[in-house]
């Protein structure tokens, strides 16, 4: 997959619930990773969503529709340590490598 | 675990130079890639090795650049001679056996190359 394709930018409120959006190219693809990193360090790991539907991890949830190429990453009870980029990233069918999109830098303000 | 150990964290050199760089993946993982960061381009990656041999190098941008994976704890990331538009990030990565989600891949701190 390739062409992936999100915001560059989002502010939120402390407290409040954030949706951040991703779509990506569905030939050739076979699940969606969704990283978080934070300035000047490495990216870690969210979420992994193969299946449509939604998946829900404590305050952050992934979604994913194959059909329709996109994905979203759901923050609720949104933090300040949660202003962070959070880059998509689709893994492509047989070679399993990683396309990541350019991210989405999250500012959280009181 | 230490996780993926990258050195150096930074360097700054000038073009025309040599520069090395290098990772230790975790013990087990059998897969490693290196990735470069820029605020245009994002995270790409350059190459992709598997039980030490390397599976997809078309992200290598030229000549210039050489990766080698010696044995399963060691790898390389070669520029030679660098130049200013070289200046990034560069990612080391490691993940357990290839397969469908398997690529929950752990990076390492990250070298942050600098070329004058």
């Known amino acids: 997959g390739q062409n992936i394709d999100q915001p560059t930018e989002m502010t939120a409120t402390e407290g409040a619930i954030v949706q951040i959006n991703c779509t990506y190219q569905?030939?050739?693809?076979?699940?969606l990773f969704w990283y978080q990193q934070h300035a000047g360090e490495a990216p870690t790991f969210l979420s992994y969503n193969v299946l449509d539907g939604l998946e829900e991890k404590g305050r952050f949830s992934s979604f994913l529709s194959r059909s329709k190429g996109y994905s979203y990453l759901l923050l609720k009870e949104l933090q300040m340590k949660d202003s962070a980029s959070y880059l998509c990233a689709d893994e492509g069918a047989g070679s399993y490598q990683l396309t990541f999109g350019k991210g989405t830098k999250l500012s959280v303000i009181p | 675990d230490a996780g993926v150990i990258q050195s150096p964290r930074h360097e700054v050199t000038e073009m025309g130079q040599e520069v090395t760089l290098r990772c230790k993946p975790i013990s087990g993982h059998n897969s490693l890639f290196w990735y470069r960061q820029t605020m245009m381009r994002g995270l790409e990656l350059l190459i992709y090795f598997n039980n030490n041999v390397p599976i997809d190098d078309s992200g290598m941008p030229e000549d210039r650049f050489s990766a080698k994976m010696p044995n399963a704890s060691f790898s390389t990331l070669k520029i030679q001679p660098s130049e200013p538009r070289d200046s990034a990030v560069y990612f080391c990565?490691?993940?357990?056996?290839?397969?469908?989600?398997?690529?929950?891949?752990?990076f390492g701190a990250g070298s942050r190359l600098t070329v004058l």
């Open positions: 569905t030939s050739g693809f076979n699940g």
């Open positions: 990565a490691s993940s357990p056996e290839g397969g469908p989600g398997a690529n929950v891949l752990t």
